[in-house]
């Protein structure tokens, strides 16, 4: 894969997860000390993102309805 500059073998980056409520989850998980981006709106949903401690990026995503 080439379009992830920083993405170190063995790593991942642009995992998704969907979820139904995005405004719920992102509060909850930002309450439990998750550092989530801001929610941003695309055409194929909403999302955050956020890394884990390994580095790895992951995609908080609400699909449209």
Known sequence: MT???TMRPGGL?????NVTD???DHKELSGR???LREIKQEPWGRY???QD???NGWIL???PA
Do not use: N
């Open 48 to 50: 955050a993102t956020f």
């Open 53 to 55: 401690p390994d580095g």
């Open 13 to 17: 980056q642009g995992v998704m997860l």
């Open 22 to 24: 995005i405004e719920r």
């Open 33 to 35: 000390g998750l550092k």
């Open 61 to 63: 995503r609400q699909p």
């Open 3 to 5: 379009w992830f500059e």
